[in-house]
């Protein structure tokens, strides 16, 4: 390839993240179809911009941050048809007694439910949260009470 990377290179890459993105779009967009829209096209950037990474966590960082955009702009794009599909994300949950929780997140506002998801399921600090999101860490420490205020309300309300 022109870009540097080896074929193998980019299948690795691939095979390692997709996962992680898929469920990160997925919680954003609350679609499959548009999550998976979204790692494309988180995929075909790091194609074209071919990043040199010091560390495996720093290329994570970048997707991540980079997924988070491409879903930004969809949002933005079609807050007048967003729709949730909440059988779409309970497909991918692994247990079911999990569905419950993923329902009450699916309920948040996305500016919740992503920080949410980055801190508790993929172990970002606050810091880290703050540069991809491009908020303070205070901003970002304030949308983690907020959100886990409306997450246990939601919570409680789907179990009662």
């Known amino acids: 390839m022109s870009d540097g990377k080896s074929a193998k290179g980019i299948n690795e890459v691939v095979e390692e993240y997709s996962d992680i993105l898929f469920r990160y779009c997925l919680v954003i967009l609350g679609n499959a179809q548009d999550a998976q829209d979204a790692v494309q096209e988180t995929f075909i950037r790091y194609l074209r911009k071919s990043p040199v990474f010091d560390n495996p966590d720093h290329e994570k960082a ?36 999990d569905t419950h929780i993923i329902d009450a997140l699916m309920s948040l506002p996305e500016k919740f439910r992503s920080v949410l998801l980055l801190h508790y399921v993929e172990g970002y600090k606050t810091e880290e949260i703050a540069e991809m999101i491009k908020r303070s860490p205070s901003a970002v420490k304030m949308r983690l009470a907020k959100g886990r205020a409306l997450l246990k309300e939601a919570y409680q309300k789907e179990n009662y």
């Open 62 to 97: 970048w997707l991540l941050k980079v997924a988070a955009n491409i879903c930004r702009d969809m949002t933005r794009f079609r807050s007048k048809h967003q729709t949730v599909d909440i059988d779409d994300v309970n497909v991918f949950v692994k247990e079911r007694e």
